[in-house]
């Protein structure tokens, strides 16, 4: 299945046992990644909300144009080496270090190159300020580079408990930064001290918790090995974030500061839903499904489980965040952010596809299978261009660039599906049936919550009957019909209730 060079140097060692093959449980594994997100994004979450109200939209407009070249750079220091060691079956002691002075170096070229064309970016968007901004912004890249290290070695080892504390204080230290600053009226250099607080913190406590440090150690023949793997990774990720960023590069040319506020706060919320509970399953299936690379059943069995339940969670709860997005907006934010609700309702729309699109592309990860990858993401990118040229060109709106946004999503799920049709026996017709029970509920549910804004209660009361409303209707479909994915988280929990009970019973028996 493999077949490829740069997988099959990875797997030149079969005879070793990897530490990933020895580590904790996936549900157990999945629990401490599944905290680990609700407690860094649960906090992120609140901190942002304080913030937002102390700032205004426009400085959240600066930072958003200067992502753009963030994340762009952040996808070469990562260079895909950091996927290739958690995917390989053998890694050793001094791969982790080689792979460090890499991205090192490519992390201090890149702040080379924003250093000095920050003052050119501020003129092509005429806002001063970029340039002191980007240069101090892009220090983040330095301490990325050793975090992408870090987070390969505790994927790949399964250890997230470190990860979730460390995360979380470094969530804590970093927000009450930018909190202290945004009050004293720092304005954008809230946020700054925050994104670049938060990258430091991670860095550090990891250090401390994980106990790895980068040796004076290089083999070059190990990291060409890896980048024969990681180097079609690369590009896929560059295609991927040249088209993401390209929407927030057109509105930021073509609108202001403040627009692209907007645009990037509807982004937000459900954002942070999708990497709570999909990049939860994503950060630990990569491993997982990589164990079974060579059990096309098996392997199967997996990506359709983690699409089925995935979706099963996520697509009520972006229902229920659309239907309820004008109140929401109004009580956390205040209504000098009501202006983001149709980007919010509309990307609801678009992120509710993500946990199809990463469970078929983190099966064809684990079979070694980045030349399908690479081809995938080129294909998705001409789609989305055009698309996003349609919606620039016929449209003066930037609401229609985020409408092109969601029929890119449903191109891009079409296109991420189809591999797995020949690497996995997975057809479409097969796929669309494991999505209609969870995506039809969910819209019955969702109509019927959106009808009780015609009430025209207070917004307080509006959201509680709401969200109330519709969690209890969508679990009692779930219930009447006998989902299977919902009976399965059923009964998943009854078993961990009563493994739980039974270690209880026979730690105090032993007492």
Not at 92 to 118: K, N, P, R, T
Not at 268 to 284: A, E, K, M, R, Y
Not at 403 to 408: L, P, R
Request: net charge positive; proline share 4%.
């Amino acid at each position: 299945m493999r077949g490829k060079k740069g997988a099959v140097l990875l797997s030149a060692h079969h005879e070793r046992h990897d530490t990933m093959k020895k580590g904790p449980s996936v549900i157990r594994s999945l629990g401490f990644k599944y905290a680990e997100r609700m407690l860094c994004q649960g906090t992120s979450f609140v901190i942002q909300i304080i913030l937002a109200r102390l700032l205004d939209p426009s400085d959240y407009g600066v930072l958003t144009i200067l992502a753009i070249f963030i994340t762009i750079s952040q996808v070469f220091v990562q260079s895909g080496l950091n996927t290739a060691l958690i995917q390989a079956d053998d890694v050793e002691e001094e791969d982790y270090s080689s792979v460090f002075w890499v991205s090192l170096a490519i992390a201090i070229f890149f702040y080379g190159l924003l250093y000095v064309g920050a003052p050119s970016i501020a003129r092509f968007f005429n806002i001063p300020l970029l340039t002191r901004v980007l240069r101090v912004l892009a220090l983040i890249l330095i301490p990325g580079a050793l975090n992408s290290i870090q987070q390969a070695r505790i994927t790949r080892e399964m250890k997230f408990k470190s990860l979730m504390w460390s995360s979380f204080a470094a969530a804590l230290i970093s927000g009450a930064i930018g909190i202290l600053f945004a009050y004293r009226g720092f304005g954008v250099w809230a946020l700054v001290a925050q994104q670049l607080s938060n990258h430091t913190a991670i860095s550090l406590l990891l250090m401390l918790v994980v106990r790895w440090y980068p040796r004076f150690v290089f083999n070059l023949t190990r990291v060409r090995a890896f980048f024969a793997f990681g180097w079609k990774l690369l590009c896929s990720s560059l295609i991927n974030a040249l088209y993401q960023e390209l929407q927030s590069f057109v509105i930021g040319k073509k609108h202001s500061s403040s627009t692209l506020a907007f645009f990037n706060r509807g982004k937000q919320f459900p954002h942070l839903v999708v990497n709570n509970i999909n990049g939860s399953i994503q950060t630990v299936m990569l491993p997982v499904f990589s164990r079974e690379q060579h059990n096309v059943e098996r392997l199967k069995a997996m990506v359709r489980r983690s699409i089925v339940t995935s979706c099963f969670v996520l697509f009520p709860v972006l229902t229920l965040l659309a239907a309820t997005a004008e109140p929401i907006v109004h009580i956390l934010l205040t209504d000098k952010w009501l202006p983001c609700v149709p980007y919010l309702q509309i990307f609801c729309f678009v992120y509710a596809f993500y946990p199809i699109h990463t469970a078929n592309l983190q099966a064809i990860n684990a079979q070694g299978r980045s030349d399908w990858f690479l081809r995938l993401e080129i294909i998705k990118a001409f789609l989305g261009i055009g698309v996003l040229a349609a919606s620039v060109f016929l449209f003066e709106s930037p609401i229609a660039i985020a409408a092109g946004a969601a029929v890119s999503t449903i191109l891009s799920g079409l296109v991420n599906m189809y591999p797995n049709r020949f690497l996995l026996n997975y057809k479409l017709r097969e796929q669309m049936r494991d999505l209609f029970p969870s995506a039809a509920c969910s819209l019955v549910m969702g109509s019927a919550v959106f009808l009780i804004r015609l009430a025209a209660f207070s917004p307080w009361v509006t959201l509680l009957l709401q969200l109330v409303a519709g969690t209890v209707l969508y679990i009692g479909l779930a219930e009447l019909l006998k989902l299977e994915p919902y009976l399965y988280i059923k009964r998943k929990g009854r078993d961990l209730f009563a493994a739980r009970s039974k270690r209880q019973l026979d730690e105090r028996s032993a007492s």
